[in-house]
């Protein structure tokens, strides 16, 4: 697996090469010929990615109610450093699963991303960068003085990105696990 690096000012992010899940194929679809415009090419979506369930339970959120397959799933998760190699490893095995389950789920293309830095201000940057038509966000459900008072990514990101962000709340019957 090829690991391409970039450092920038204040800007330092691994892009993370997965597996070639998706067969080429040299010509469309004949069901996609009637398909025009955005649909035909489909979509950017931004999914931010940790290791908690409510981060699992928005991409699979993301995947069941709003990517469709022409789109491209680009996955998001910040660390403190991408030249940690235990950090890096653990995030690409991570990639790397979400990546098996987005094309067996609804086979969209993904790729990845593991990038430097504050978790609010990666996914607004990579926001920026991409220009998605969403931002993918779990949260934990808190209320609004816990989320004011303790910080949250989720509400960060809610005011600070220019694309439009959807935020999962998770609710009572959805206790998706780590597994």
């Given amino acids: 697996m090829e690991t391409v690096e970039e450092d920038v000012e204040?800007?330092?992010?691994?892009?993370?090469?997965?597996?070639?899940?998706?067969?080429?194929?040299?010509?469309a679809a004949p069901e996609l010929e009637r398909e025009?415009?955005?649909r035909r090419r489909g979509r950017d979506l931004l999914v931010a990615i940790?290791?908690?369930p409510n981060s699992r339970h928005a991409f699979r959120w993301a995947l069941a109610h709003l990517a469709r397959?022409?789109?491209?799933?680009?996955l998001v998760h910040a660390v403190s450093s991408v030249h940690n190699e235990l950090v890096y490893n653990?995030?690409?095995e991570l990639m790397d699963e979400l990546a098996v389950e987005a094309f067996k789920?609804?086979?969209?293309?993904?790729k990845a991303r593991i990038v430097e830095g504050d978790a609010g201000n990666v996914i607004c940057r990579e926001a920026e960068r991409l220009k998605p038509a969403a931002v993918i966000i779990g949260t934990r459900g808190r209320s609004l003085?816990?989320?004011v008072l303790q910080g949250s990514v989720s509400e960060y990101c809610f005011h600070n990105c220019k694309a439009a962000?959807?935020?999962i709340v998770p609710g009572k019957e959805s206790n998706f696990c780590c597994s």
């Fill in 10 to 27: 204040e800007y330092s992010w691994r892009e993370v090469v997965l597996p070639r899940l998706i067969p080429v194929v040299p010509h």
């Fill in 36 to 38: 025009t415009g955005e």
């Fill in 50 to 52: 940790d290791f908690g």
């Fill in 69 to 74: 397959i022409a789109d491209t799933l680009h």
């Fill in 90 to 92: 653990k995030s690409q």
């Fill in 105 to 110: 789920e609804s086979l969209v293309h993904t």
């Fill in 145 to 147: 003085i816990q989320s």
């Fill in 165 to 167: 962000p959807v935020i």
